[in-house]
């Protein structure tokens, strides 16, 4: 009896997320395919067939650029690699026809994704299928309708890689997400900053302001609709809250004489997190948005910053160097004085709690690099996964298993840009911008 | 003063300051270094330079009492030159009541960007703390940190990093309050 793919997926990405004994082994799923070999951390991708979505009518090009989408996230995630359709054998005619499963395991598709597309004025109504092919069996859950208006054609794309993605893997999905972020411009003494939004892969980027003032370090609500941010358009560093449909702002907690900056939103979306400057020394404070009150956490005469809620809304972790060199504490959302989790050589900062609350990802200075790692909640199996002169700033995709990031070049020449890497380590990869871009901050999963 | 006489002071210091805004690095400001025209958000104001010779222009002040004191890696600490600077940019202030000045904090790159604006904020404080000590009223004074979003310098070797990691008087004339 061969095991459920899903299962045998599952297993296979538990092992490449961490148990290391086992993951220089080689792993055979089974006597007959799918047969992933997982070494020093690197898995074969998984062979996937994903022919071009059927035309049931008037979806003209729609049909080839939702395919090509689907096709783009689910390789990009590294876990599967697309057969291309000049090696299919049969053909797809008809979404509801039968499939020759044969030809599909002739050429060793563990997956087959049948797709159709119609479009009638400016609906648009996409559905697909996803098959064990060795089983026979379509995936369950895995065959569903998306309909809605042509705009949205690259959401359903994005849609249908997240029900594939997360029925494979056991994983939730984020391709059906966007990321908020800093466009820049201009040498890097005069460097022009403004804030802009894009999916996660780079498409549809809109500009959220102009370059006319310094913004900083953008960060979502939780249901996608507001950001929060830093900037210096009244002359100091003020966080800013946008409402993203209307783009309104305001600025939040104006006291004379201090500087506030690195705000987020809690779990709840009903308190921001920040830093406030008085004096010269940074503490960190909360707000009600609904009341207007101000409490503050911390108290003390070092820096705390870089705060951010655990999922449950019930700690916070963030940055402090009262011991002399910048390392990550948790403390109770009410505040208190934290309990220092970072334990390793080097300094550490912007600590970022998952989504699924199982980790904390961090930047680590040490020895003149930067690196972005994850640790446990209590500081346990810290784990490395970038090295370059400056990376920073990670924050996590919807289903915690993501990680984007931004790495700047040195130099006078030196540039910013936006990369991505997995919590294993694997698939480090850029993400494609119009030019130099920093401080990603990705949305929820979209509705 | 009622509270709502100093309310309503407040409000008119921060009318004041908001007038001049201290974002030298707006679009449409000149370069970096280039004291005077603050031209935050795209707004140009003018300021005199004046002659470095007449010891009381903003250019004597900058070139010659020296508008930058610089801090060692991760540092708020002023060192003895610093203090020196300190020393002469206090005279001077207290000789020329009719400018005020913004306090501008910066740190090299080495560092995650929220730690190094609240790095920059700490020099910016030692740097008035200093100043009010030496006499300077400190309504004259205000601080911003630009963390390490404006560097002087654009190395990536202590040669820059060194220059980078400073606090800078920037003087308006004309703003005392």
């Known amino acids: ?447 | 003063m009622s509270l709502a006489a100093k309310s309503l002071l407040l409000i008119a210091v921060l009318g004041l300051a908001a007038c001049n805004n201290p974002d030298r690095y707006g679009a449409g400001a000149g370069g970096p270094g280039g004291a005077g025209g603050a031209g935050g958000a795209g707004g140009i104001d003018t300021t005199g330079l004046g002659d470095p010779n007449n010891p009381t222009s903003i250019a004597y002040f900058n070139q010659r009492v020296g508008d930058r004191v610089l801090f060692a890696v991760d540092q708020s600490t002023l060192s003895p030159e610093a203090r020196s600077v300190l020393a002469a940019q206090a005279n001077w202030l207290n000789q020329n009541p009719g400018y005020a000045a913004i306090i501008e904090g910066h740190a090299d790159e080495q560092g995650t960007r929220e730690y190094n604006l609240a790095l920059g904020a700490r020099r910016a404080a030692a740097v008035q703390n200093f100043l009010i000590s030496q006499g300077v009223a400190a309504n004259r004074l205000r601080t911003i940190s630009y963390g390490k979003e404006r560097p002087i310098e654009v190395c990536s070797t202590e040669a820059c990093y060194s220059q980078n990691r400073r606090a800078v008087t920037v003087l308006s004339a004309g703003a005392g309050v």
């Open chain 1, 1 to 447: 009896m061969i095991r459920p793919m899903r299962q045998i997926f599952q297993t296979l990405l538990v092992l490449a997320l961490g148990l290391g004994a086992l993951m220089s082994a080689p792993v055979l799923a089974q006597s007959s395919p799918p047969r992933i070999v997982i070494g020093q951390g690197v898995i074969e991708p998984m062979p996937i067939a994903i022919p071009t979505f059927i035309d049931e009518g008037g979806a003209g090009d729609y049909a080839r650029e939702i395919t090509r989408v689907v096709i783009s996230d689910l390789e990009g995630t590294g876990f599967f690699r697309n057969i291309g359709e000049e090696a299919h054998i049969s053909r797809i005619t008809s979404f509801d026809g039968g499939v020759a499963f044969e030809d599909w395991k002739a050429i060793n598709a563990q997956v087959l994704v049948t797709g159709a597309v119609s479009v009638s004025g400016d609906r648009i109504t996409v559905k697909f299928r996803a098959y064990d092919v060795f089983n026979g069996t379509t995936l369950e859950g895995a065959a569903l309708q998306f309909a809605g208006t042509t705009q949205g054609w690259r959401r359903m794309s994005h849609k249908v890689a997240d029900v594939i993605y997360s029925k494979i893997t056991g994983e939730g999905g984020y391709f059906d997400s966007r990321v908020v972020f800093v466009s820049e411009s201009g040498p890097k003494n005069q460097r022009l900053k403004r804030l802009a939004v894009m999916d996660y892969d780079g498409a549809n980027v809109a500009y959220l302001t102009d370059s006319n003032s310094i913004v900083l370090a953008p960060r979502f609500s939780p249901t996608g609709d507001r950001i929060l941010y830093t900037s210096y358009e009244s002359g100091f560093p003020r966080i800013t809250l946008m409402d993203v449909g209307s783009l309104r702002r305001q600025t939040l907690d104006e006291q004379p004489g201090t500087m506030t900056f690195a705000p987020r939103f809690s779990p709840d979306g009903g308190t921001v997190v920040f830093s406030l400057e008085r004096g010269g020394n940074t503490d960190i404070y909360s707000l009600s948005l609904s009341s207007g009150r101000l409490s503050q956490l911390t108290n003390a005469p070092s820096i705390e910053t870089a705060p951010s809620f655990s999922p449950d809304g019930s700690k916070i972790v963030f940055e402090s160097d009262r011991t002399g060199s910048p390392q990550i504490y948790i403390m109770p959302a009410s505040g208190g004085e934290g309990t220092r989790i970072s334990g390793g050589k080097g300094r550490y900062g912007t600590p970022v709690w998952s989504p699924r609350g199982d980790y904390i990802a961090f930047t680590k200075q040490n020895e003149g690099r930067f690196h972005i790692g994850v640790m446990r909640t209590d500081g346990t199996e810290e784990r490395l996964l970038t090295a370059s002169f400056l990376d920073e700033g990670p924050t996590w995709a919807p289903n915690g298993r993501v990680l984007m990031f931004t790495r700047e070049t040195s130099g006078g020449g030196g540039q910013a840009s936006l990369w991505s890497v997995d919590i294993t380590g694997r698939n480090l990869k850029q993400i494609p911008t119009d030019g130099p871009a920093s401080d990603p901050a990705w949305s929820p999963l979209l509705p």
